[in-house]
């Protein structure tokens, strides 16, 4: 079964990623923030990362930065949720090491569209 | 895009409305931290990892919203958070009535949650609000005196703008504007009256439509507003994603916005080469011509747009769950059955002989130990920090002190004090109707404040404490005081009995005589004086007392004093024939043997004994509970002296029995109420012991 780490600050929003991956028959593991989910990437590697930008400790651009550093994320695809498409934010998740984005809100339809993309 | 989600989700088979409930409750703590930070925020040097979070409360707000389909509110929040964005990006500069405006859209946000969460109530109407966010962040803004500033301090952030402009952002500049594919083209006149509410932002005109673009307006648009800007304001009538900007008259890029479209309906897409994408994706347009130009920027840029911030507030969430107050009530009631339960066998087991039953009694003594710890353990779970009673008190006071033109400042005291949840939803109302009080009555008008040689800016207290078993709250305040005169002239108008011997805290507690009022003018914010009598009958009610303190010209302070919790209490069992009745410790005063000579009648069959000179009125409990007797010989010979609502009573009993932790059970829920008792509990032999009501006794003394 493919893992994929799911970070986001709100709880709501982190519930409903996560329901809708266990759903699509993902397992998941939750982060609250860039920090919880590097700390839970420790020694362990995931088929995918799906993170939020702005969180407080860490955020998602620093978490892409950080995940790329070590040898098991070199290749993983790392998602991030941007609530503006704003190209800013794409060319900084780009220079930090990102695959690809989503914009939020979608909807769970959209989110198993894109990481079937990835994930095959 | 929030209206359609619905229909997707329902194509996925998951329904969004599971999450709501954890959604609101969310958004409720957002907007509770948002109020607090903004009334802490000190305008004159905001602190970036302040308005930082304050943005990232709005913009958490916002994202649920959205994806909830709840638009309403992410229209508010998007609003808002266009405004902090600018904020924290020292675009703009913050002022009180961008503090004002904000508060009240956190207002008007938790109006829209509660009706979206069925409780109902009015229409909440935010266009006055978004006008002025709007006007706020576009009219106090002049992008000619800003873009200079702005750029010098983050460079990188205009850089990416400039270039997709035609013309740097200085001066006016002729655009051309599309919006589309729309799915009603009449959407895009709302643009087109944007630009006549807000007449700085320029002028619109809309060009011929172009039958290669597919339900698509076009504007001819000139503006010296950034692009960034005129999205914020167009988001609220059509998506970012519809609105694309060209140099007027350059027909030959009509590929760039289109791909960009495309990407953007599609609403992901993934880098060029990036590790991880999926080989047969293609790059999209934009990004990947936009990002060779500047890679070096785009690095740069992540900083200011998202930082990093060492709130320990997030890290706090993971650590803790949110549990039903029915669930804990229930563990509580189960640990207090225990507790009765271990009780009655350390009854039971007192006789046997700890020599041949070692191992019995050693396991006894460790079931007696652990089940004390249980039980604080599970009690302290309903303890909440007086901060959630405190928090709501600083945007009270800015407000009331702004409508009645004072000035005041609220310091507190103690906000970890814990205190058992049932009473802190309980003495929120009384506290805030002191606090009231004391803003209104209390604290005098600067003018007035100057000319007696105060500070101008009055200061409330709000202190909480723990003083043996019980919690004391403090309301103090330096503001001109009770008057001795006054107070006493008042209850006499009033028809009440004010002799000039009372003292000072008997004058103090007229006050809580019902329909008083001491405010020479009736304002309607402490209202008519209705309020102080409940007030202290509400404390009363929860086993607690209050004080007044105060000086004339000096201040008064106000000190409600309660049990940290309702569900255990100290207590002192006395026997009365055959019957034990407990009395609250809180409220025993002494107790001592009593002779017949010190007991005399008075009026036919009221008795009152003498102690020290006083006598005070003699209750028996044998009578008021018609206590069966059998040996008719008997004479109850002690007495206790208890003392409830600034009254003193003797109860007569047999005997003392001892001082122990009552659990209390209620008695109106359990079995119907019983005059002078105010609960039950189980002894540890299993008998049923009253817990008796120690003011009700001290009232019926007095007829």
Known sequence: MHSILAVDDSASMRQMVSFTLKSAGYNVVEAVDGQDAYEKAQGRSFDLVLTDQNMPRMDGISLTKKLRESPQFKTTPILMLTTESSDQMKQAGRAAGATGWLVKPFDPTKLIEVIQKVIR | ?703
């Open chain 2, 1 to 703: 895009m929030a209206d359609t989600s619905t229909d997707h989700s329902a194509a996925a088979g998951i329904d969004l409305s599971q999450f709501y409930q954890v959604f609101f409750e969310e958004a409720g703590e957002n907007l509770e931290n948002m109020e607090q930070l903004l009334l802490e925020l000190d305008i004159e040097a905001a602190d970036d990892e302040e308005m930082n979070a304050i943005f990232r409360c709005a913009h958490s707000i916002k994202g649920g919203a959205a994806t909830f389909g709840f638009s309403d509110v992410a229209e508010l929040t998007h609003q808002m958070e266009t405004l902090l964005d600018k904020l924290r990006r020292h675009e703009l500069v913050p002022t009180p009535p961008m503090v004002d405006v904000l508060l009240q859209s956190g207002d008007a946000l938790k109006a829209m949650l509660g009706r979206h969460q069925g409780s109902g109530g009015e229409e909440v109407d935010t266009s006055g609000l978004l006008f002025n966010i709007r006007a706020m962040v576009a009219g106090e803004a002049p992008p000619a005196a800003e873009a200079p500033v702005a750029k010098a301090q983050v460079p990188a952030a205009q850089a990416p703008v400039a270039a997709a402009a035609t013309a740097a952002t200085t001066g006016k500049r002729i655009v051309e504007l599309r919006v589309g594919p729309l799915n009603d083209l009449s959407q895009a006149d709302n643009l087109v009256d944007l630009f006549k509410e807000i007449t700085d932002l320029g002028t619109i005109e809309p060009l011929p439509d172009d039958p290669s673009l597919d339900a698509t307006r076009r504007f001819k648009v000139e503006t010296a507003s950034a692009e960034s800007e005129l999205l914020d304001l167009f988001t609220f009538h059509v998506a970012r994603e519809q609105v694309a900007f060209l140099p007027y008259g350059d027909a030959a890029t009509p590929a760039a916005p289109a791909a960009q479209a495309e990407a953007s309906e599609k609403g992901y897409g993934f880098f060029d080469d990036a590790p991880g994408a999926p080989a047969a994706a293609q790059p999209v347009a934009p990004v990947s011509a936009v990002e060779p130009q500047q890679p070096k920027p785009a690095t740069a840029v992540a900083k200011p747009a998202a930082p990093k911030a060492e709130k320990p507030a997030a890290a706090l969430e993971a650590s803790t769950i949110r549990v039903s107050v029915e669930k804990v009530d229930q563990l509580i009631n189960l640990v207090g059955e225990l507790v009765i339960t271990q009780a009655m066998l350390a009854q039971n087991s007192r006789g046997l002989d700890p020599v041949v039953y070692q191992q019995l009694v050693t396991g006894l003594t460790d079931l007696d130990r652990n089940t004390r710890d249980l039980q604080e353990a599970v009690m302290s779970i309903r303890m909440i920090p007086m901060s959630t009673v405190f928090s709501r008190f600083p945007r009270m006071l800015r407000d009331l002190a702004n409508k009645l033109g004072k000035k005041v400042e609220l310091v507190t005291q103690g906000e970890a004090t814990e205190l058992d949840k049932g009473l802190v939803e309980k003495i929120t109302d009384p506290l805030t109707h002191l606090v009231r009080n004391s803003c209104d009555h209390g604290v005098e008008m600067p003018a007035d404040r100057i000319a007696n040689g105060k500070p101008e800016v009055g200061t409330i207290t709000l202190a909480a404490s723990h003083q043996g078993g019980s919690i004391v709250i403090e309301v103090r305040d330096d503001g001109r005081g009770l008057s001795r005169e006054k107070l006493l002239r008042k209850a006499r108008e009033k028809g009440i009995d004010a002799p000039d011997s009372l003292t000072d805290s008997e004058v103090w507690n007229l006050i809580f005589a019902p329909g008083f009022s001491t405010a020479d003018v009736v304002t309607d914010v402490s209202g008519r004086g209705v309020g102080m009598d409940v007030v202290k009958k509400n404390i009363t009610s929860l086993g607690g007392t209050v004080e007044i303190d105060s000086a004339e010209g000096y201040g008064m302070r106000v000190a409600v004093r309660l049990p940290l919790t309702l569900a255990i209490m100290d207590g002192m069992s006395v026997g009365v024939g055959e019957e034990v009745y407990i009395l609250p410790l809180s409220s025993v005063v002494e107790s001592f043997q009593v002779s017949q000579e010190m007991v005399k009648t008075i009026g036919g069959s009221g008795r009152v004994v003498e102690v020290r000179d006083e006598y005070m009125p003699v209750i028996e409990l044998e009578k008021v509970f018609q206590v069966p007797r059998f040996d008719w010989e008997h004479n109850s010979g002690i007495m206790v002296v208890v003392e409830a609502e600034s009254g003193r009573v003797a109860l007569l009993v047999d005997e003392l029995l001892g001082q122990q932790q009552v659990v209390v059970k209620n008695l109106e829920t359990n079995y119907r109420k019983v005059n002078d008792v105010s609960g039950a509990t189980i002894m540890g032999d299993g008998r049923v012991a009253l817990i008796l009501d120690v003011g009700s006794l001290v009232r019926r003394s007095r007829h």
